[in-house]
Nanobody, 115 residues
Framework: QVQLVESGGGLVQPGGSLRLSCAVSGGNFMIRRMGWYRQGPGKQRELVAAISRGSESTNYADSVKGRFTISRDNAKTTLYLQINSLEPEDTAVYFC????????WGQGTQVTVSS
């Protein structure tokens, strides 16, 4: 049984930064390509960043390139997302999952960007 626990969200002003974490148990984290997804108000869930199992390659949605950095620690089975230069459009609930995703989702962590 896979368990995904996201944390690190909050209310920040435009231009601010956050570091999100996702603790993963079960699901053979070390062999999985992992990703961060987000779902904004009234929007569909989208994949914003992904990372290969050994961190050799990363991919980003065009809307977050240059501002988001995905990383992972396989020893800790934890996924991270460093978010810089936050914009109001980044307001969303952020989730981690494998890429492509499992049917199971964690509770997510809310990121709100507002002045």
């Amino acid at each position: 049984q896979v368990q995904l626990v996201e944390s690190g969200g909050g209310l920040v002003q435009p231009g601010g930064s956050l570091r999100l974490s996702c603790a993963v148990s079960g699901g053979n984290f070390m062999i999985r390509r992992m990703g961060w997804y987000r779902q904004g108000p009234g929007k569909q869930r989208e994949l914003v960043a992904a990372i290969s199992r050994g961190s050799e390659s990363t991919n980003y949605a065009d809307s977050v390139k240059g501002r988001f950095t995905i990383s992972r620690d396989n020893a800790k089975t934890t996924l991270y997302l460093q978010i810089n230069s936050l914009e109001p459009e980044d307001t969303a609930v952020y989730f981690c999952n494998k890429d492509p995703y499992w049917d199971y989702w964690g509770q997510g962590t809310q990121v709100t960007v507002s002045s």
